[in-house]
């Protein structure tokens, strides 16, 4: 069995019930479709060369150090695949629009700041949106941000783009660890942005915020019977113990989040996906 973690706000069902999903990376663009046990690509424009790399992530890798009830329900999953972001920008753009809201609500300004300012591509499920481009978010006016209900997220977009612009392709090449410390010296890029932007590009979940709301959410959901932390700085020291290397840590991570997205009720799975 495969999953496929879906936790990108570009991921629909708007396709017979399958994920879908635009994936850009500069110029280059592909129509992604999870039929719920493969990926199939669809090249957009005059996009060429090969398709996004995907990381698979086998049940093996989850600690065995994990309470039964918590391990038996993650490794249901069998192996957990997810698409890493073939663009940093876009993944900090992300990570920013993510900040402070619900997950269902940032998925929602996502795609409309998207469709307002991106770059828009004919897909087979209709008209799709790619992030604004650091140029593009560098010359929006104020009430750009306010017309589309981002005004709270303008100093720090703006900040960023410029910033990338600057130290993007510098950025790149970090390995996921350096690639958080340098994202936190941009204005606005708090700690919690810069784990998650980092995840959602190197695929790497060692270095996702494991303090993070919809984490401790879906591992109490999973495992209702155990004894869990109370606090965020308790639940991550207790992640910490039970996933001490990076491996585990990060499959305990992926797990988690993949089973939050596919093992509830098919009413949650189509709210996610709506």
């Not at 719920?36 to 690509?41: T, Y």
């Not at 130290?167 to 690639?179: I, V």
């Not at 004894?227 to 020291?237: L, N, Q, S, V, Y």
């Not at 001490?244 to 949650?268: C, K, S, V, Y």
Request: aromatic content about 10%; hydrophobic content about 45%; proline content about 7%.
């Amino acid at each position: 069995m495969t999953t496929l973690l879906i936790d990108h706000p570009a991921w629909t069902g708007q396709f017979r019930g399958c994920a879908t999903r635009l994936v850009s990376d500069g110029d280059r663009a592909w129509f992604a479709l999870w039929t719920g046990s493969s990926l199939n690509w669809q090249a957009l424009d005059s996009t060429s060369g090969p398709v996004p790399p995907v990381r698979s992530t086998p049940a093996a890798d989850v600690p065995d150090r994990v309470p039964a009830q918590l391990l038996e329900a993650l490794t249901a999953l069998g192996t957990v695949q997810r698409l890493p972001n073939p663009s940093l920008w876009d993944a900090i753009t992300t990570a920013l629009l993510r900040r402070i809201i619900r997950a269902e609500q940032a998925r929602l300004l996502y795609r409309r700041w998207c469709r307002t300012y991106g770059r828009c591509y004919d897909t087979p499920v209709g008209v799709l949106a790619a992030a604004p481009t650091p140029e593009v978010v560098l010359g929006l006016e104020s009430d750009a941000y306010r017309d589309v209900g981002a005004r709270f997220h303008e100093k720090a977009l703006s900040a960023a783009a410029a910033a990338y612009l600057d130290r993007g392709a510098e950025w790149t090449a970090l390995d996921p660890d350096d690639l958080v410390k340098a994202l936190q010296e941009v204005s606005g890029v708090g700690p919690w942005t810069a784990a998650a932007a980092a995840a959602d590009f190197t695929g790497d979940y060692a270095v996702y915020p494991h303090h993070d709301l919809a984490v401790r959410t879906w591992a109490t959901k999973a495992a209702p019977g155990l004894d869990w932390p109370e606090t965020e700085r308790a639940f991550a020291d207790q992640w910490h113990r039970w996933a001490p290397d990076r491996t585990q840590l990060h499959a305990l991570t992926t797990f988690t989040l993949a089973w939050g997205i596919h093992a509830p009720t098919a009413e949650h799975h189509e709210r996610l996906l709506t």
